[in-house]
């Protein structure tokens, strides 16, 4: 009898109090095409795999910014449109680090959060109109508006202007 009611007070102690207190998971929406970037370095308690993974239609939704300038990499003035990097660092609630930028050929970048403006950079997904192929520095290019301020015209932006972009690593 003791056994049992012992028994009975343990189990009820496990459904009332839970072993570890959980956080709600964030909830993104379900992929509805193929992934074009993966961030990474999340908080695993609220990101599966401490990841989140991105299509278009899903950068598209968290609101757009459009840019017209022309760079050192192209011919004359286009337009580009994509999400402000600071509207994904809020939205996946990322706070204080750095971004690690990684392209498709491996090459790589740093961008501390403290650094991001509204929007500068923008993670252009389309110029002119149409989504940038790989070949042509999609199908996410980090984007500043080199023609909008000198400040935009410097070797770190250059180099923090990364092309063919597919996974932003978060370190804190």
Avoid: C
Wanted: hydrophobic share 45%; no cysteine; proline share 7%.
């Amino acid at each position: 009898m003791v056994r049992s009611l012992f028994s009975a007070v343990i189990a009820l102690f496990l459904v009332v109090v839970p072993a570890h207190s959980e956080q709600p998971v964030a909830k993104l929406p379900d992929l509805s095409g193929p992934v074009i970037l993966t961030v990474t370095g999340l908080d695993p308690v609220a990101y599966p795999g401490g990841k989140a993974l991105f299509d278009l239609a899903m950068l598209q939704a968290m609101g757009q910014v459009r840019v017209s300038t022309g760079s050192i990499w192209t011919d004359g003035t286009h337009d580009y449109t994509g999400v402000a990097l600071s509207a994904l660092v809020k939205y996946l609630n990322i706070g204080a680090g750095t971004l690690t930028l990684h392209a498709l050929n491996d090459y790589k970048a740093d961008i501390p959060t403290a650094e991001l403006e509204d929007n500068a950079p923008i993670l252009a997904y389309d110029a002119d109109g149409a989504p940038m192929p790989v070949r042509d520095k999609g199908p996410i290019w980090v984007l500043y508006p080199f023609d909008g301020d000198i400040k935009y015209r410097t070797d770190t932006v250059f180099s923090r202007s990364v092309w063919q972009l597919d996974r932003i690593d978060v370190l804190r």
